[in-house]
């Protein structure tokens, strides 16, 4: 749900019918998720909704679709994103200070390619935790690409390509924290692998924020990550597989392998898996599992990886196989997976149970 043009998603909405995000909301009315994360939806760079999130759940997602069940989500956070955030440098070398390719993260406009929260529970605003601002020449042993950026870039860019956040979210009086991100994809570099890079090292950056690592200073100036003993769930379009693609395997499969993961769902017998995705044949040739893939390259990107200290019940994604009536929901007209038909990712879930702390 993203346009280079700023506002246009917005006025988009306006139609009510708009088959694409008809579509798009059916699918989240049939899944029916407590908490949902939502990459690329524009909203205004510097947070909070321009109007474009109020109207997709009253006008899409609380009105009945396709004959799925309407859904209420009285709870909405849209934070601030680096995407469209110009520079104060040249960084591409053309001589002037242009978006997308001056920006702390690639966007047309502030706010371009932002992602947003949507939650049937409270969420506590007060407690929210954000390293937008984290500089990429301070994380530890980074890989930003040598002689490749001007000096002044280096000293000012930002390693999170939209953001990292720690979002509580209060359930039945319990804390579940949300950690939130979309690093950058792998491509659409060149050989010094600026892209990949930085892939890897927002990677490194949530695995940081789950060891509460010392060096981590958030937006506040607070240092470290999440509380030890922190019950929390990494959500994002991660943009890296462990198995396939163009990006540096390490850091997803340090973070997927992590001892704080939980183990089944990250890489075991309970990782999310579809009917369609087996039936669906990309145009690489790929080695990861085909029940995995939530992406129409072939490829596992999107995640939902709850904390070991959680209980797990079931988990999947959306990708119904040929048979399935519900597989117009992901189609054309001609019966063809097309990122036009609604979006070229599908939606994670994984169902959890908190288990009750003794206070």
């Given at each position: 749900?993203?346009?280079?043009?700023?506002g246009?998603?917005?006025?988009?909405?306006?139609?009510?019918?708009?088959p694409?995000?008809?579509?798009?909301?059916?699918?989240?009315?049939?899944?029916?998720?407590?908490?949902?994360?939502?990459?690329?939806?524009?909203?205004?760079?510097?947070?909070?909704?321009?109007?474009?999130?109020?109207?997709?759940?009253?006008?899409?997602?609380?009105v009945?679709?396709?004959?799925?069940?309407?859904?209420?989500?009285?709870?909405?956070?849209a934070?601030?994103?680096?995407?469209?955030?110009?520079?104060?440098?040249?960084?591409?070398?053309?001589?002037?200070?242009?978006?997308p390719?001056?920006?702390?993260?690639?966007?047309?406009?502030?706010?371009?390619?932002?992602?947003?929260?949507?939650?049937?529970?409270?969420i506590?605003?007060?407690?929210?935790?954000?390293?937008?601002?984290?500089?990429?020449?301070?994380?530890?042993?980074?890989?930003?690409p040598?002689?490749?950026?001007?000096?002044?870039?280096?000293?000012?860019?930002?390693l999170?390509?939209?953001?990292?956040?720690?979002?509580?979210?209060?359930?039945?009086?319990?804390?579940?924290?949300?950690?939130?991100?979309?690093?950058?994809?792998?491509?659409?570099?060149?050989?010094?692998?600026?892209?990949?890079?930085r892939?890897?090292?927002?990677?490194?950056?949530?695995?940081?924020?789950?060891?509460?690592?010392?060096?981590?200073?958030?937006?506040?100036?607070?240092?470290?990550?999440?509380?030890?003993?922190?019950d929390?769930?990494?959500?994002?379009?991660?943009?890296a597989?462990?198995?396939?693609?163009?990006?540096?395997?390490?850091?997803?499969?340090?973070?997927?392998?992590?001892?704080?993961?939980?183990?089944?769902?990250?890489?075991?017998?309970?990782t999310?898996?579809?009917?369609?995705?087996?039936?669906?044949r990309?145009?690489?040739?790929?080695?990861?599992?085909?029940?995995?893939?939530?992406?129409?390259?072939?490829?596992?990107?999107?995640?939902?990886?709850?904390?070991?200290?959680?209980?797990v019940?079931?988990?999947?994604?959306?990708?119904?196989?040929k048979?399935d009536p519900?597989?117009?929901?992901?189609?054309?007209?001609?019966?063809?997976?097309?990122?036009?038909?609604?979006?070229?990712?599908?939606?994670?879930?994984?169902?959890?149970?908190l288990?009750?702390?003794?206070?």
């Amino acid at each position: 749900m993203s346009d280079p043009q700023p506002g246009k998603i917005h006025q988009r909405l306006k139609q009510k019918d708009e088959p694409r995000f008809t579509k798009l909301a059916a699918i989240i009315q049939h899944v029916r998720p407590d908490v949902l994360l939502l990459c690329e939806f524009d909203h205004p760079g510097e947070g909070g909704d321009d109007g474009a999130l109020a109207l997709f759940c009253a006008e899409y997602l609380e009105v009945p679709q396709h004959g799925q069940t309407p859904i209420t989500y009285p709870y909405r956070y849209a934070p601030p994103t680096n995407t469209g955030l110009a520079m104060n440098v040249d960084i591409d070398g053309d001589g002037e200070i242009t978006l997308p390719n001056d920006a702390q993260g690639f966007g047309e406009h502030h706010g371009h390619f932002g992602f947003v929260l949507l939650s049937r529970y409270p969420i506590n605003m007060r407690e929210i935790r954000s390293w937008q601002r984290f500089l990429w020449q301070d994380l530890p042993d980074h890989l930003m690409p040598k002689g490749y950026y001007p000096e002044a870039a280096q000293a000012a860019l930002r390693l999170s390509s939209k953001n990292h956040l720690d979002i509580p979210v209060e359930i039945h009086g319990q804390a579940l924290h949300l950690l939130c991100c979309h690093p950058t994809p792998p491509v659409f570099d060149g050989e010094e692998k600026r892209n990949a890079r930085r892939n890897h090292d927002e990677l490194v950056l949530m695995r940081a924020i789950i060891e509460n690592s010392d060096f981590l200073r958030d937006d506040q100036g607070n240092a470290g990550g999440l509380s030890v003993g922190s019950d929390f769930v990494v959500m994002g379009d991660l943009n890296a597989d462990m198995m396939d693609g163009d990006g540096m395997k390490s850091a997803i499969r340090q973070l997927l392998l992590h001892p704080k993961v939980h183990r089944s769902v990250a890489s075991g017998r309970m990782t999310p898996k579809s009917l369609g995705g087996r039936f669906y044949r990309p145009w690489q040739p790929r080695e990861g599992r085909a029940s995995e893939w939530t992406h129409l390259s072939g490829l596992r990107l999107d995640y939902v990886l709850p904390s070991a200290s959680l209980d797990v019940l079931q988990s999947g994604v959306f990708w119904p196989d040929k048979k399935d009536p519900l597989r117009a929901l992901i189609t054309d007209e001609t019966g063809r997976d097309r990122p036009q038909a609604g979006s070229d990712h599908r939606l994670v879930w994984v169902d959890i149970a908190l288990k009750r702390r003794e206070i």
